[in-house]
């Protein structure tokens, strides 16, 4: 046979299986749309020249990476699902003569025609929906980008190169499942079923154990830090545990329902509990896929629509004064550490900056000033010591506050006695000793009512788990050296200003006191909230596009598997029903029937989905919180509305496929 008759064959067969290829190669086409339009905004096409591009550039470069992997992923999964519908076609394409050589070829053929038409259309439709999507990320980000024609050489190579990766890897797995079966086995092979399996006590114990230690990570975090490090550990623990749990707990769930003879031996119950029982081993991987897959769109567009629907209270929180200057002494290798500040270098600075202002005729509508030092340390009940991890996350960020420099700050007035500390966590964590050692040091806690802690504490966007400790002026330097086995090298500064004047009277400044800082050598950094806003803008408005593409994408993988399932289980089942008409059964049995099994187990993974989000909101709010998102009732209002409407478009999936599956039983 010539090459081109193997071509002629795998087009007819494409044709033939068009019911289970068509939604296949619509995955291929939408997984190559996104990829190649986030790999063309990934190169800068329209962002020349444009302020907060490197921003964008760096989100969607993330996103590449994030679609490709993805991509590959889910076309090798749903390409596992072809092959078991086609084992009886190729079966009996080996009764008939053709030999093994010969499927290879029609396979390479078929696979040269999806992996062309997907790309071919893919491409196209990319091109041609890059210029809308563009406009949705400058909407999105605030900025202006000039928008022309975008075909990206090197996204087209870079798309052509993994989908042409994933194809070839498709086509090789294929051909493993020709090769090692016998045609009997291949004639039949789409009819197998599993074999009941045995109850895996040690794999359900497994799973709720791994699932326990990563909700358990998850609600217990308590800072940002501590939430970032715990982040990926607890989302690996949940997802191997939500495999063992759905291959093990759902076997030993579904045996208990069959144990109980009043609910088993229903007509409705009998047929889809059997049923599901013998095939569950397979069905539980394609289930724990779905979960995982809703608990991502579920996490991924809560997130991100909250951050860009309080965009402005994010910049205010971010940047609560329009201008600022921050130098810390002495926090090396975690935070921005400068040379030491002195008392003299700090007056010097102030003093420049109002002169300025009387040059500029502009007048201060608020001014902080805060000087403290600062030092990670390790904190148990009432010790402090010097921390001796690398892990930043478990360590405690400590102020040590002269008693002078908290009345500057507060306006209040406090006598401090000789050994005694006056102590400031955040709200929810009141410190709850009478003492604080701090290294061989030890104070006692007085006691002090007050309604300025905001000012001494940012609650709203604490990274680490902050304690301020107040002592008499000459005893600061002394706690430090406690803890730290040395004097303080200088200050840490906080500076804020607020002007009455306009945005760009506020950048102005900003520009001459940066001139100031650079004059006097002084090492610290200033911010201005009107010269910062278009990087805010930037940052989140394409983590919003990012998180909307990832969350499509997601939701695609989530319902074709879905679809996936549908069908191949109404196949699997078709002939068992028709012998059960034949036996007697009705047609409305048999919707009963189908409605039991559909319903059991399709709504299932939405039910894990939705207690994996609960369970992580605790987390995710911490690092919303060093996003500097601190509404936590926006959050929870945001992340309630995203799994409604997830679970109205899970709602109409099921409503349609158990349609296509009642179709394919009948």
Not at 1 to 12: D, F, G, V
């Amino acid at each position: 046979m010539n090459n081109l008759l193997y071509a002629r064959l795998a087009k007819t067969n494409l044709s033939k299986n068009r019911q289970n290829i068509l939604p296949y190669l619509l995955s291929c086409i939408g997984t190559v749309v996104m990829f190649f339009i986030m790999d063309t905004l990934a190169q800068g096409s329209g962002f020349d020249s444009m302020i907060g591009k490197d921003t964008i550039l760096t989100v969607m470069g993330m996103g590449t990476y994030i679609i490709g992997l993805f991509a590959v992923i889910f076309l090798i999964y749903s390409n596992s699902f072809l092959a078991k519908r086609r084992k009886k076609e190729f079966g009996l394409f080996q009764i008939l003569g053709m030999e093994k050589k010969h499927l290879a070829k029609i396979l390479f053929f078929e696979s040269l025609y999806l992996w062309a038409a997907s790309l071919g259309i893919g491409i196209l439709l990319g091109v041609l929906l890059y210029r809308l999507l563009f406009l949705v990320l400058m909407k999105l980000t605030g900025l202006n980008g000039t928008i022309g024609f975008a075909f990206s050489a090197k996204a087209v190579g870079s798309t052509m190169l993994l989908f042409g990766l994933t194809f070839v890897i498709n086509f090789l797995l294929s051909l493993r499942q020709i090769h090692v079966s016998q045609p009997v086995e291949l004639l039949h092979g789409g009819a197998q079923g599993e074999r009941e399996p045995k109850t895996k006590l040690l794999t359900a114990v497994l799973g709720f154990m791994l699932l326990g230690v990563g909700y358990y990570l998850a609600l217990t975090c308590q800072s940002s830090m501590d939430a970032l490090d715990k982040f990926f550990n607890a989302i690996a623990l949940v997802m191997v545990g939500t495999y063992c749990l759905f291959s093990a707990g759902s076997i030993a769930f579904l045996k208990i329902l069959k144990k109980n003879k009043n609910y088993y031996y229903q007509t409705r119950h009998f047929t889809s509990i059997s049923g599901m029982l013998y095939r569950m081993k397979q069905n539980a991987v394609g289930l724990a896929n779905i979960c995982i897959l809703s608990t991502g769109v579920l996490l991924v567009i809560s997130i991100s629509t909250c951050l860009w629907t309080g965009i402005e209270e994010v910049t205010y929180t971010r940047f609560p004064h329009q201008i600022s200057i921050e130098a810390n002494t002495g926090v090396s290798g975690i935070m921005k550490t400068v040379e030491p500040v002195s008392q003299k270098m700090i007056e010097e600075v102030k003093t420049g900056i109002d002169q300025h202002l009387e040059e500029k005729q502009l007048r201060k509508k608020y001014e902080s000033d805060q000087r403290y030092y600062v030092m990670l340390a390790d904190v148990d009940r009432n010790k402090v010591e010097k921390t001796q991890s690398d892990d930043a996350a478990s360590s405690t960020l400590i102020k040590i506050m002269e008693e002078s420099e908290y009345k500057q700050v507060t306006g209040e007035q406090v006598e401090l006695e000789p050994g005694q500390a006056l102590i400031f966590q955040e709200k929810q964590k009141n410190y709850g000793y009478d003492t604080i050692e701090l290294g061989n040091q030890t104070y006692e806690v007085k006691k002090w009512n007050t309604d300025k802690k905001s000012y001494i504490l940012d609650e709203k966007t604490q990274v680490y788990e902050t304690m301020t400790v107040v002592t008499r002026n000459h005893e600061a330097k002394e706690a430090y050296a406690a803890v730290q086995g040395k004097e303080p090298e200088g200050y840490s500064w906080e500076y804020a200003l607020d002007l009455i004047g306009d945005a760009g009277e506020q950048i102005t400044v900003g520009d001459e006191i940066e001139t100031i800082l650079t004059e006097s050598s002084f090492n610290g950094w200033v911010e201005v909230r009107e010269k910062e806003r278009n990087t805010v803008y930037s940052l989140y408005g394409s983590l919003l596009f990012l998180g909307v593409f990832v969350g499509a994408l997601f939701l695609m993988g989530a319902v074709m598997i879905i679809y996936y399932k549908q069908v191949s289980e109404g196949f699997d089942d078709r002939k068992r029903f028709q012998i059960m008409q034949k036996v007697g059964m009705s047609r409305k049995e048999i919707r009963q029937t189908i409605q039991s099994q559909v319903v059991t187990v399709f709504f299932l993974p939405l039910a894990v989905a939705v207690v994996h989000t609960m369970v992580a909101f605790p987390l995710t709010r911490r690092i919303m919180a060093m996003l500097n998102f601190p509404d936590s009732n926006l959050f929870l209002a945001a992340t309630a509305i995203t799994i409604a409407a997830f679970a109205v478009v899970y709602l109409i999936v099921y409503v349609l496929t158990a349609r296509a599956y009642y179709k394919i039983v009948e």
